[in-house]
């Protein structure tokens, strides 16, 4: 069974988007950088802020048992694949797809030690 693994959040000022969430959530913020960062949520799912491009709306990231077994599932479905697995570190690879009714979702798997 999949599991929600993190949400990301589009924003156009990442400096007025952390403070936003800080002051009516409560959230933590990480920055990554100055066009991205992490949400600490304290609720077991944290998510990231990241400067508007692609994705244009807030998206939600699923982890996977592979990546590849969901895309078939996805397509089969009346879904697509959005571009290619992309690596995210040594260990783990993501890539967007749409489902059937055209909502942006992430998918998120760990690479067997065999297979990396």
């Known amino acids: 069974m999949a599991s929600v693994e993190h949400f990301e959040i589009p924003v156009d000022d990442i400096a007025r ?34 400067l508007r491009g692609a994705a244009p709306h807030p998206t939600v990231v699923m982890t996977v048992d592979r990546i590849e077994d969901t895309i078939a599932l996805v397509v089969e479905n009346g879904g697509e694949q959005l571009g290619d ?30 297979d990396a």
């Open 17 to 50: 988007a952390s403070a936003f969430y800080r002051a009516v959530f409560d959230f933590g913020y990480e920055p990554w950088g100055d066009e991205m960062g992490m949400l600490r949520t304290g609720g077991g799912i944290d998510g990231d802020l990241h």
């Open 85 to 114: 697995i992309q690596p995210l570190d040594e260990n783990s690879r993501w890539v967007y797809v749409r489902d059937s009714e055209g909502n942006l979702i992430g998918l998120y798997d760990k690479i067997p030690a065999h």
